[in-house]
């Protein structure tokens, strides 16, 4: 059993999961913002890899990701900082980035390079599910790793349901089609969360995009097993002169 299914066989609500980008504030940054949240009571954390052009992230995102760039990240640097960082952190890590610069880097390598690691799982928003099927869900299954589809309001059922039956670890509920940090109305999300939760999917339901305090986390979980938390963290970092401080403080905002 992975980290990612043990996780939800001990902890069946209200987990947290935050996501930080590879190489923000500072190139070398990543493992200290990772162990902070850990220390801080995060379940899992989703790492950002940073790419120019990203579809699905808000400004604040998009801001930590080209930052991240101009303070020199790339694949390569990632896997090279990531390197024995198991020694350090044991919760569940997913790469959470656009299909682009992993191709440049070779899918395969990509693959094999972070099962060695090991990372937990991948999520790649623009692999489309054909080419998923087809062509490199085979190598993602080869190595291992756990690839995590993601659902809007708009995705009708029949596909939820494919989506599902394709994803492992978890199904990520996007709450809007919108991008992420955009404010939302809580009421209409937690209707299709309940729909959702009716239609008994195989995999445990985390939420993200709009999730930012514990007011939006609580309503959140209310319906699936917990919420991922983005945009807020990656503002709280901005100006953060002690990483391990700031996250405490923040992650306290959420949890107490």
């Known amino acids: 059993m992975n980290r990612i299914n043990e996780l939800f066989e001990q902890k069946k609500s209200k987990i947290l999961s ?20 850990q220390d801080s009571g995060v ?4 790492l950002g890899m940073p790419y120019s052009d990203p579809l699905a992230d808000g400004p604040v995102i998009q801001a930590a990701s ?15 900082q990531l390197r024995g960082f198991r020694h ?21 390598k990509f693959c094999q ?31 291992g790793i ?14 939820v349901r494919k989506l599902d039956s394709l994803s492992t670890g978890f199904l990520y509920a996007v709450s809007s089609s919108s991008i992420t940090g955009k404010d939302k109305d809580f009421t209409a999300v937690e209707n299709y969360l309940k729909r959702l939760k009716e239609m008994k999917l195989k995999n445990p339901l985390i939420v993200g995009f709009g999730i930012k305090d514990k007011k ?22 901005e100006n953060a002169t002690d990483i391990n401080e700031t ?7 959420i949890l107490k």
């Open 216 to 237: 939006t986390f609580e309503s959140a979980s209310r319906y699936a097993n917990g919420a991922i938390v983005g945009t807020a963290y990656i503002k709280a970092l």
């Open 66 to 80: 080209s930052k991240a760039i101009a303070n020199g990240m790339t694949l390569e640097k990632l896997f090279e």
């Open 88 to 108: 350090q952190i044991y919760v569940p890590v997913i790469l959470m980035g656009y299909m682009n610069p992993v191709i440049q880097y070779g899918f395969e």
């Open 113 to 143: 390079h972070a099962a060695a690691l090991p990372i937990d799982g991948f999520i790649i928003p623009d692999l489309p599910v054909k080419e998923f099927e087809t062509e490199f869900g085979p190598i993602i299954k080869k190595y």
């Open 146 to 159: 756990d690839f995590i589809f993601l659902v809007t309001p708009e995705t009708p059922d029949e596909r």
């Open 43 to 46: 379940d899992m954390i989703e």
């Open 247 to 253: 996250t405490i403080k923040f992650i306290q905002t």
């Open 18 to 37: 935050i996501y930080c980008t590879a190489g923000y504030p500072q190139l070398d940054s990543t493992i200290p913002v990772m162990k902070a949240l």
